[in-house]
């Protein structure tokens, strides 16, 4: 049995940098919480490439018990390590947490902050504001599959692609939900939905989602909806992403329009995530991986991180905390105080702590 730890009341927060450039923007983002006073008690977790290669563990007995039964939410860096050429390490304790802790929604809010970051001609920072939600424990990452005569011309590789009633009902009634209760960054309404399959090819696990996504849609009449085959919608994103409000797709289509995504809104080091059970503990991470070409160069932007803070905050019911280090970030974007990626000339510590300087000033 597990111990339980004692009661507090400040938020408990599991912190697992993780690999690569995980080990320096989280403690950035570590530093940003705390300069905003935000009552919570921070746990470090080793769980990552360095600990597997010392003793083989991915993630320890009752790793993922321990973090939903002792802690409000996860906040994690990255993982991937050329060292671990296999990648389980990584494969265990990511999709680990998101498959066996059931956090079945990624939300990816996509925001400009300031013009100048957004490759786009001519976008303004309310043009881009809009939100994905990513199906995340199904679809082609459940590792069903196999490999037959492995090594000769006559290989055959199968991947399948797994879709549950349940799975793609849940998501996809979240992002109606996540609609009808979150305001745009200009304070309007979000409602609209849109799902994005392609369905055209992929017709049985897209005439799912396509059935399920009208059958939810009744529930919420308030709500406009709309569809786009993932094609179109990546040329669209990049044509005029206002078009976007809330979109609702699954797990891989999910994974690959959130980097353009990013890209909108000055790469990945400016994104967060957060992966979501309502009601259990949730995890939390910047967009971005471990970036090995950044390692030890003190150059990785801190930002997606310090986001990510932001937002797990926010989830917790912390709000002022959470608006105070997003206006500080909007802060050191506006004046330059930033990495290069970013268009500044600062260090990843020196951008955390000018962040995390403003917003103990405000
Ligand atoms: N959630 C995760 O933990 C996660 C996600 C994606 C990739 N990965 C892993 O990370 C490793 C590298 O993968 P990749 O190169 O495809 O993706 P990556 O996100 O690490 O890097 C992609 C590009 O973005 C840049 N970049 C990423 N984060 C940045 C930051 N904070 N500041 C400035 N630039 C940044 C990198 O330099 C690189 O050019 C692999 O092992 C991969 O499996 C992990």
Redesign the pocket.
């Known amino acids: 049995m597990l111990p339980y730890l004692p009661v507090t009341t400040k938020k408990r927060i599991a912190v697992i940098p993780?690999?690569?450039?995980?080990q320096e923007?989280i403690p950035q983002a570590v530093k940003v919480i705390q300069a905003a006073g935000a009552p919570v008690e921070l746990t470090n977790f080793d769980w990552g490439a360095e600990r597997y290669l010392r003793d083989a563990t991915t993630v320890p007995p009752n790793g993922f018990a321990d973090l939903q039964r002792n802690f409000d939410a996860v906040l994690?860096?990255?993982?991937?390590?050329?060292r671990v050429a296999t990648?389980i390490h990584?494969k265990e304790i990511?999709l680990g947490m998101r498959f066996k802790m059931d956090l079945y929604a990624n939300v990816r809010p996509v925001f400009l902050l300031d013009a100048s970051l957004c490759p786009l001609k001519g976008m303004q920072p309310m043009d881009i504001d809009f939100v994905v939600i990513r199906e995340n424990t199904e679809g082609v990452y459940g590792d069903l599959g196999g490999v037959f005569k492995q090594g000769t011309a006559d290989e055959i590789a199968i991947q399948e692609d797994v879709n549950t009633r349940k799975g793609v009902e849940r998501v996809i009634r979240f992002a109606f939900e996540y609609a009808k209760k979150n305001k745009k960054r200009d304070g309007s309404a979000r409602n609209r939905v849109l799902m994005c399959d392609k369905s055209n090819a992929m017709t049985h696990a897209g005439g799912l989602w396509q059935r399920t996504f009208t059958e939810v849609a009744c529930e919420f009449p308030q709500i406009e909806t709309s569809h786009m085959y993932v094609d179109a919608l990546c040329m669209q994103m990049v044509r005029d992403p206002r078009c976007f409000d809330v979109i609702v797709t699954n797990n891989m289509f999910g994974d690959i329009i959130t980097?353009l995504a990013a890209g909108l809104q000055g790469?990945?080091?400016?994104a967060a995530s957060g992966n979501i059970h309502p009601g259990k503990t949730s995890m939390f991470?910047?967009?971005?991986?471990?970036?090995?070409?950044?390692v030890g160069k003190n150059?990785?932007?801190?930002?997606?991180?310090i986001l990510t803070a932001a937002m797990m905050l926010a989830h917790l019911g912390l709000s002022r905390e959470a608006e105070k280090i997003e206006k500080a970030v909007l802060e050191a974007v506006q004046q330059k105080q930033t990495?290069?990626?970013?268009a500044g000339t600062l260090g990843?510590k020196e951008a955390g702590e000018w962040i995390a300087n403003a917003v103990s000033k405000s």
Not at 285 to 294: I, M, N, R
């Open positions: 993780g690999d690569g450039i995980g923007v994690v860096g990255a993982f991937g390590d050329p990648n990584a990511l980097d790469g990945l080091g400016m991470e910047p967009v971005h991986g471990s970036a090995p070409p950044l150059l990785a932007n801190p930002i997606g991180a990495t290069a990626d970013v990843t």
